[in-house]
């Protein structure tokens, strides 16, 4: 099952117990976001044969209409019925000659008929990506002016204005924020989904930190062998110029302990050195060895 599915899935869970008022006002959205909502012809199609069912059912149950149910390819069609078309429109505060859709907000009789209205809605026309491979969720809509009062809706939940675009003739608004999808779930009723969006965020977080802390520890050994193959090379010359034996005691001891050592750290050629010479005191006489090959 997709993510999207799963969170219709638990969409539908959530608004079986709710005040008749909020029934009717999710069973709107999901009507006025359907395939078609006017006299001429007023259809749903999904892939959820479960809300199809529930449709169907609360349709017949509030007494508004009888619907039909037909398999169309991988889908669902509920279909309402020309004899019934109208008493819905009238019912949900519609004319039967609207030139664009918009939404009736006489339709919203408590506080929580607004979230309601959005989880029909969601369950008609929206979608929204499986977290681990990006953060989106969107409602599309047939009508701009419909898009453009839904995103009203969504403000007036107190959640942010989504963006809007348009895409094959269709407009949707849209969330890529994670905290905003996550608040948008929340709100229609996905906790589970919203706990999904949480989880996948804290690994992804977790994934990155790890991945920084190895990219700096990567980038810490590239220098040190990058310093460490340039004092190889120094003493490598002094060898070949001078002897190691020219050098003051001290210097070829750091020389003998480097070449020794061809991958240590400072701090483990200090650890290393028979007369204990400090981090800093190797540095100081590496760099001495160096300055010392490329004199003439
Ligand atoms: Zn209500």
Not at 59 to 73: C, D, F, P, T, V
Not at 230 to 259: F, H, K, M, T, Y
Request: hydrophobic fraction near 40%; charged fraction near 25%; glycine fraction near 6%.
């Amino acid at each position: 099952m997709s993510f999207s599915a799963g969170v219709k899935t638990e969409l539908l869970r959530a608004g079986a117990e709710q005040e008749l008022c909020c029934a009717e006002a999710q069973l709107y959205g999901t009507l006025l976001f359907g395939r078609d909502f006017s006299s001429r012809s007023m259809s749903l199609r999904t892939e959820s044969r479960a809300l199809a069912d529930y449709v169907c059912a609360q349709l017949h149950e509030i007494e508004l209409a009888s619907a039909q149910l037909r398999q169309a390819g991988r889908k669902w069609e509920v279909v309402v019925r020309p004899e019934d078309r109208l008493r819905v429109l009238e019912r949900f505060g519609h004319g039967q000659n609207e030139v664009s859709l918009h939404i009736a907000t006489e339709n919203f009789a408590c506080e929580n008929c607004r979230a309601a209205f959005l989880r029909g809605a969601f369950l008609a026309c929206a979608a929204v990506t499986a977290p681990e491979r990006q953060y989106h969720l969107e409602f599309a809509a047939g009508y701009k002016r419909l898009a453009r009062e839904l995103c009203g809706i969504l403000e007036e939940v107190g959640l942010p204005t989504p963006k809007l675009c348009q895409r094959n003739g269709v407009w949707l608004a849209y969330y890529k924020d994670s905290a905003q999808i996550e608040d948008a779930l929340a709100l229609l009723g996905a906790q589970l989904a919203m706990l999904d969006l949480v989880t996948v965020k804290i690994e992804k977080d977790m994934r990155n930190n790890v991945n920084r802390i190895v990219n700096f520890e990567v980038a810490n050994v590239g220098r040190t062998s990058a310093a460490a193959a340039a004092q190889l090379l120094a003493i490598q010359r002094l060898r070949q110029r001078q002897g190691l034996d020219s050098l003051p005691p001290s210097l070829r001891e750091a020389a003998l302990l480097r070449e020794e050592n061809p991958e240590a750290s400072l701090q483990e050629l200090s650890e290393l050195s028979s007369h204990s010479m400090t981090r800093s005191g190797i540095n100081h006489r590496l760099k001495r060895l160096i300055a010392l090959s490329e004199a003439e």
